[in-house]
């Protein structure tokens, strides 16, 4: 296996970003329907939906509940604020 070696910025990056999730799904039964649903709402609001899409829009975009989107939107929020660090 070829090894490569990342500069610090995307390690710390990546960390972050696996650190804020796995916190956030620790509590979860179903461990991989909860990463199924942040995927989905944070691909729905990068590329399907406008960006002033609301947590309604989203919801129905996605098929998820409205519980599940609010709950993946504020994820996001708290990775990128995260990230601004």
């Known amino acids: 296996m ?4 990342l500069s610090e ?12 999730v796995s916190e956030a799904i620790c ?7 909860a990463l199924i649903t942040i995927s ?6 990068r590329y399907n ?11 129905g975009f ?3 509940g409205l519980d599940e989107v609010k709950t ?3 994820l996001v929020k708290k990775i990128e604020k995260r990230l601004d660090k």
């Open 62 to 64: 996605t098929n998820r």
């Open 27 to 33: 509590d979860e039964e179903d461990k991989n329907e």
């Open 72 to 74: 993946s939107v504020q």
């Open 9 to 20: 910025e995307p390690k710390n990056i990546i960390k972050i970003v696996g650190d804020t």
């Open 2 to 5: 070829v090894g490569f070696k």
């Open 49 to 59: 939906l406008s960006s002033k899409a609301d947590i309604n829009e989203i919801a």
């Open 40 to 45: 989905k709402v944070i691909y729905a609001r």
